[in-house]
């Protein structure tokens, strides 16, 4: 079984700022997980991923995540926000063998110029 | 390439109408999957399959049937709608089930 948990409901953060987005996940054997951003009105759409191998994972538009296997976290991070950024940000999770993906409820990202 | 289509963009039934949802790809992925988001609540998966034939249920199934007979399409019947159904559906796809998930536009489902 998995579950995937983000415990922030919005993330406010000023343009320029750093950004982090919390995920942690419970997930038997060797985690599979995964970033995705929703704009409104769209589907969403893939940052990044973490399988195995580097804990630190990049992804596009300037996106990375640290895996930490201790805390059983996968924090979504950015050096400095734009106020594109504003979005739906969702943290998924599966592992090894395992066909259902898992997703965190959701972060709204809100960046104020 | 398209990547994965859904129809229609949005729908309104009344309760006990039958619907069908409609999702393509055009990747040749053998992995398919359908998803209902709803406010606070994320995504939560409804059926899957990882491939022609081959389907399994999520962790919201009821209310719910799918088939896949080719590798391309993947619809999601709704036998008797409830207002409980009310929901945005998305339709993905990827290579493996463990694998990057490439998402639909989705479908804007109301039941009155």
């Known amino acids: 079984a998995q579950s995937v948990a983000q415990p922030e409901d919005q993330v406010n953060v000023a343009e320029g700022n750093p950004l982090t987005v919390k995920c942690t996940y419970s997930v038997s054997g060797n985690p599979y997980l995964f970033w995705y951003v929703q704009y409104p009105n769209r589907g969403l759409q893939f940052l990044l991923k973490y399988i195995t191998g580097d804990n630190l994972v990049k992804g596009s538009y300037g996106f990375e995540a640290e895996f930490n296997k201790s805390q059983t976290s996968f924090h979504l991070k950015k050096p400095s926000a734009l106020v594109s950024d504003s979005a739906l940000y969702f943290c998924?999770?599966?592992?090894?063998?395992?066909?259902?993906?898992?997703f965190g409820k959701g972060n709204q990202v809100v960046v104020i110029p | 390439n398209a990547g994965v289509t859904q129809t229609p963009k949005f729908q309104v039934l009344k309760t006990g109408q039958s619907m069908t949802l409609q999702c393509a790809q055009d990747m040749n992925h053998e992995y398919m999957s359908w998803y209902r988001q709803d406010p606070g609540m994320g995504l939560r998966l409804i059926h899957y399959?990882?491939?022609?034939?081959?389907?399994d249920q999520g962790e919201v199934p009821n209310g719910y049937n799918v088939s896949r007979s080719t590798t391309e399409d993947f619809p999601l019947r709704l036998l008797s709608a409830a207002p409980s159904q009310t929901s945005v559906y998305f339709c993905a796809s990827s290579w493996k089930g463990t694998e990057t998930q490439y998402f639909g536009p989705g479908t804007r489902l109301l039941v009155l």
């Open positions: 998924a999770g599966t592992y090894y063998g395992n066909n259902r993906l898992a």
């Open positions: 399959s990882v491939g022609a034939g081959i389907t």
